[in-house]
C-alpha cells in the first residue's frame, strides 16, 4: 500500500511539472569527486561556483548520497543496472558487466529509456571501460542511440618542469629518487588551455547538442566529466585558484587505524603507499591544492554545459541529474584514492534539479545512487521494473523531508557498508566490523563495535548487509598491449533485442 501512495504522489508530481509532454533527462557523472564542492561544504577553500548557483537557482541537494561501490566499474554498473555489486557480480573494475548472466536479460538505464521512446545520446565516461581480447574497447557505446567520443587523440599532457609524479619519483620537475615509488599519485599544470581539454571538449559537445539541434523525442542525454581522477592535470589557472601557503588539509589521527580489529584481534588495516609518500616529502598541502584545482576544472566544465541548457528550447522541460561515482580520500583513514567502505569513499555528490524547483533544497536522507533508475522510471512515466534493487525517492524531490525507510548500501569486494543518517555500519568478509556515530564523530576516528550498548544498533544495521553475494563472470578485463579507440567497432557491441529484455 506505501509503495502505491509513493507512485500516486509522485505520478502527480510529475503531471503538475509536463502535463504535455515528457521531461528531457540531462545525466552528469562526475568521476572521483567527493563532498569537496560549494554547496556540500565538504572543503571550506573549494571554488566551485558554477555549481553552487545552479543548485542556489533551484535543485535539490543530497547531503547523504551514497555510492553501491566505491570504485568506477563496480558503481557505474549498479547505477546503470539498478543492480548492486552483489547481485551482478561485478565488483572490481576487472569485470565487465556485459559477461554477467543479469545484463543477458536486462536493459540498462540508457536502453530502457530507448525502449521507451526517448532519444539517447551520450559523450564522455558513463559505462567503465574496458579493453577486449581483440585490442578494441567497449566503452557503453552500444547502450545509446548515439556515442560520441571527444576525447578521441586528445591528451591532457602536462608541463614536464612542473609535474609531480610518485611513479616516477619526481617532486615539481625535479628528480628526487632512482626508484619509482607504489603511489599512483601525480599532478601539475598541463600544456594545453582550457578550451582544448578533453572534459571541455565533452562539454562542448553537450552544449553544441542542447543549443545547436532539434529532437522528434524527448532525450536521455548522458555526459561524463572524467576529473578529478587521476592524473591531476588541469590548466594552470586552476591551481592559481588556490594559494599553497594557505592550503587547509584534512586532519588525520596518527592511531587512526588502531581500533578497527579482525576477530583474532590483529590490525585490518594500514596506512596506503600514496599516504606515506605524501607524509615522506611533506605534500600534504600540495596534493590536496591540486585535487582542488581538479574540482574547480571540472566545475568550469559544468558551467558551460549549465549555460548551455539555460540558453536552449529544453530549459523548462529538462530533469537534470548530477552524480558523482564514489568519493575519494585525501589522507583521511591515513590513505588516498577510494575503494573503501568509510564516509569519504562511500559517499558522492548528488544533485538533482525537476522543473519546479526554485531554490536550494537539503535533503538528509540517505538516498543511494542504486535508487536513481527506478525513480527517473517514475518521473519519466515509465512502466516500473520491480525486480530492480533501488528504491523510488521521487517523494523527496517534492518533500526533501519526507519519510524515508532504506539506509545507503555500499558492497565493496571485501565488505558492505550500511549508511544511515547518524550511524554507519561496515563489515568485512572476515568477520571484522566497525560502527561510528557520524553526529557526533563524522570523521570516524572512534570504532564504537566494541561497545556493549552500540550492538542492538550494529545488529539492526547489519540485517541490511546483503544475505548472498553473486558469483562474478569468468570473463574478466585484461587490457592487451594496444588497442583502438573505435568505440562503434561491432566485435565488442553485444547483441541486444531490447523489446525481449526487461
Known sequence: MKKLVLLCIASLFLFALSAQERPNVLFIAIDDINDWVEPLGGHPQAQTPHLDKFCNDGAVIFKNAVTAGPICGPSRSALLTGFYPSTTGVYGNATNLIYTDLFKENTTLPEYFSKNGYYTLSNGKIFHKH???EGYVDFGHWAYDEHARSRKGVKDGAIKEK???????????????DFKDKSKLSWGPTKHQF???????VADWAKQNLTERSYDKPFFMAVGIIKPHLPWFVPQEFFDLYELEDIEVPEVLDNDLDDIKNPDGSLLYKASAEYLWIKKHQLEKEATRAYLANISYADACLGHIFEAL????YADNTIVVIWGDHGWHLGEKQRYLKNTLWNEAAKTPFIVRMPGIEKAEYCERTVGLIDIYPTLNVLCGFPQKEILDGNDFSPLLE???????????????????VMGERYHYITNLKGAEELYDLEKDPMEWNNLIGEKKYRKIA?????????????????HYKKPPNYVDAPSDPRIKPTRNLEKLN
Open 131 to 133: 579493453a577486449s581480447g
Open 163 to 177: 609535474v609531480t609524479s610518485a611513479k616516477a619519483g619526481v617532486i615539481n620537475g625535479v628528480q628526487q629518487e
Open 195 to 201: 578550451e582544448e581539454t578533453v572534459d571541455y571538449l
Open 310 to 313: 539555460d540558453n536552449s528550447p
Open 399 to 417: 518533500n526533501p523531508q519526507a519519510e524515508w525507510l532504506y539506509p545507503g548500501i555500499t558492497v565493496s569486494t571485501g565488505g558492505t557498508s
Open 459 to 475: 545488529d539492526e544495521m547489519r540485517q541490511w548487509v546483503p544475505e548472498k553475494r553473486a558469483v562474478g563472470p569468468k570473463e
